[in-house]
DNA sequence: GTCTATATCGGGATAGAC
DNA sequence: GTCTATCCCGATATAGAC
């Protein structure tokens, strides 16, 4: 964000209605708290958006290709396959520790209104085709053991999404319930997903 | 449940609580959904449980607890470890074939509530120290490479649980929306589960 | 475009009869 | 214990002045 920017009425509003929904879900919001977070008042939100699901829809978009991985133009790049790993897993662990809460939301509100999904199927392809014909030649040349590009896809962005999706439950059961010693943990990750990872692919 | 059983009241209620909430979440489910679930008026479930919270607390620790990995037990048992790590994940995603709403709840639910959990931690313990001593020795015994307890844990929940908790992602994108393709792919996690986490753990 | 005031309704909770 | 009827607040949404 520049320094000097003037924001647009529009604009205070979708970024307060980020920061509420992803803070509370489409159910827990409230308008009058997008209103006070934009430091405007209610009735103007239904001006600029006609209803709370209207402008629910106007940031969700958004907000869901941020947490889809870019796997398709990391896996194009012209690396080895160990690097291409290492660069995907730095890339989407660093975007979750910048936003650390938008897994939850994202994940709950796609699983309440599964429809949704079809609002947002655009351009966010994936294209496991291409990963999977790559896997299946970097396996016949012996570089790697093989696996679909499913279930690899699946393994490494569980093993990441996990630790911020379950924190409660990570840092109150799995690390006795401090904070400090879930920061270390969360800065571990990277490396440790890398490594294990690069280590279940190797024969 | 058997057959000619007779439910207490409070049990209906619990039941058609544990259903509608997992359902809808907290903040989406309804008082009236979940006495018309249950064959009752909702004055009666103000009559079992004051409202809507304490309901909500009388079902939670239970879905929690099934939630949360048994990894004390089966870890405890004297197998090598691979065989330890089949038992898990397969146990765990059987689990989770037979609630597939469990984790996107529960996740969801911590995470807007994260005092909650204080109400939950009880006997739920994990001990991750044991599972790191255990770790430690077979390490140094060269069965496998050297890896945190908490690491791994947080590894294999991730994988188990993505699938699930991430559906619409899976189906819709991984998989190209085919909720036949969908069920496949749930059949053969556990496999490509212990076999990755294996071949993770292998020198 | 932005505000205040208000309509409208849904949903949690209670009163009270049976 | 279980029901019907009702209270009452909070939240979305709209009307209308400026």
């Known amino acids: ?18 920061k509420v929904f992803i803070e509370k879900g489409f159910d827990g919001a409230r308008m ?8 405007i008042n209610k009735a103007l939100l239904h001006y600029y958006f006609r209803s709370k699901e209207k402008l629910f829809d106007a940031i969700f978009y958004d907000i869901f290709r941020q947490f889809m991985p870019k796997v398709g133009i990391i896996m194009s790049a012209d690396v080895p396959i160990f690097d291409k790993i290492r660069v995907f897993v730095s890339h989407y662990v660093d975007m ?4 650390p809460f938008l897994p939850a939301f994202v ?21 496991p085709e291409v990963l999977n014909n790559f896997l299946k030649n970097e396996a016949e040349k012996g570089h790697i053991v093989y696996i679909e590009a499913a279930h690899l896809m699946v393994n490494i962005i569980g093993m990441c ?18 904070s ?18 690069i280590n279940a692919l190797k024969k």
Do not use: C, W
């Not at 964000?1 to 003037?6: P, Q, T, V």
């Not at 943990?185 to 294990?196: A, D, H, P, Q």
């Open 1 to 18: 964000m520049a320094l000097k920017e003037i924001k647009t009425t529009e604009q205070k509003i979708t970024d307060a209605a980020r």
């Open 96 to 99: 979750l520790l910048n936003n």
């Open 180 to 197: 400090e010693k879930y920061g270390q943990f969360l800065n571990e990750r990277k490396e440790k997903i890398t490594e294990f990872v």
């Open 107 to 127: 994940l709950h509100e796609l699983s309440r209104r599964p429809e949704k999904i079809l609002n947002v199927i655009k351009d966010t392809g994936v294209n």
């Open 161 to 178: 999404v996990f630790p911020f999706v379950g924190r409660p439950i990570v840092q109150g059961f799995i690390l006795g319930g401090s």
């Open 32 to 39: 009058q708290h997008i209103a006070n977070e934009a430091g």
